[in-house]
């Protein structure tokens, strides 16, 4: 089945400093990720579109200078979180769509939990 | 606006018996629904997809069923287990053709050995 690779698992990072959150497809080519963010007990909130070739669709509210996606082949997206805060601190998760459902089943990676200090 | 709603409240239960869970939602027109599994700092995992004209779908233990009139989706477990402990949650495509889902904040289950 499809596969989703996220790394770093886990991350912690001074203040002001910028982080990379990597997000690969394994066994199939994603053209469209989607990057979500969950705070504790909370739903997965998107924030942002992922298409490969084009730059990133953002949701409402979520800055893109801030939250910088790159998806530069058609099994690599990146999440870079620039000039970190302790309030960026949150899980965050990467999917891509399934293949074969003929609708947006999602396949997730494992997340990535970020700590800002 | 949007809203899905589940059950905040978690789910305990005895080992064996039926776990059901609730979706409901409103101002929304689902082309289709699904669930998933999360368990504590996981991403989420697909269960199930129902779509608008479908009533019931089963996959081994899980049954899910779909009421486009009570905009409700129930999920059951049956013959429940200590490993189906986690969290579920249910997702719709967003409204206006994106079909992005959208992501309750899930129920809590624990099943009690």
């Known amino acids: 089945g499809a596969v989703v690779s996220q790394h770093p698992s886990r991350v912690i990072c001074k203040s002001g400093t910028s982080v990379k959150i990597e997000c690969r497809s394994l066994?199939?080519?994603?053209?469209?990720m989607f990057w979500y963010r969950q705070f504790p007990k909370q739903s997965l909130m998107l924030m942002a579109t992922?298409?490969?070739?084009?730059?990133?669709?953002?949701e409402q509210g979520v800055e893109k200078d801030k939250f910088l996606i790159n998806h530069a082949s058609l099994t690599l997206s990146t999440l870079t979180v620039t000039s970190a805060h302790p309030e960026d601190s949150s899980f965050y998760i990467c999917s891509a769509r399934s293949q074969g459902t003929g609708a947006n089943v999602l396949t997730f990676g494992a997340g990535s939990r970020l700590t800002v200090l | 606006s949007q809203k899905i709603e589940q059950n905040s409240e978690a789910l305990n239960i005895q080992e064996g018996k039926t776990a059901t869970l609730t979706c409901n939602y409103t101002?929304?027109?689902?082309?289709?629904l699904q669930w998933y599994r999360q368990d504590p700092g996981r991403g989420p995992v697909f269960l199930l997809l129902i779509r608008e004209n479908e009533k019931e779908k089963r996959k081994e233990r899980l049954k899910v069923t779909f009421d486009t009139t009570l905009k409700q989706s129930l999920f059951h477990i049956t013959a429940s287990q200590p490993a189906d402990s986690a969290t579920y949650l249910c997702a719709l495509d967003r409204s206006g053709g994106s079909y992005i889902p959208t992501f309750g904040r899930g129920t809590s289950l624990i099943v009690h050995p």
């Open positions: 992922s298409n490969e070739g084009s730059k990133a669709t953002y």
């Open positions: 101002n929304y027109s689902p082309a289709y």
């Open positions: 066994d199939f080519q994603a053209t469209t």
